[in-house]
């Protein structure tokens, strides 16, 4: 897939607001960056992140209903606000 910039801005701040809502760090350069934000939308219950979400999907050919684990992220997000601290180590969380 190629990232051009309306992918890049969407990807940016879709990653802000998942952030501030859900404590999920995503950094762009994961190799599964795209999934793990789309997990993450559907898992949100702000309106405007799920339209970032349904954006960012159409904008990376993927299909935003079948995204992959999302028990997994968000039972991730839980265990990252209760722990305070998570780190991206080679693409695994390493929580602290």
Request: aromatic share 4%.
């Amino acid at each position: 897939m190629e990232l051009n910039k309306a992918v890049l801005d969407c990807m940016q701040a879709l990653r802000r607001k998942l952030r501030e809502e859900q404590a999920v760090d995503i950094r762009l350069s994961q190799t599964d960056a795209i999934s793990a934000m789309l997990s993450a939308c559907l898992a949100s219950s702000n309106e405007e992140t799920r339209q970032l979400g349904q954006r960012l999907a159409q904008l990376s050919d993927m299909p935003y209903q079948s995204a992959p684990s999302v028990p997994a992220l968000v039972e991730a997000a839980h265990v990252a606000a209760r722990s305070g601290s998570v780190r991206i180590y080679r693409g695994q969380r390493v929580y602290a």
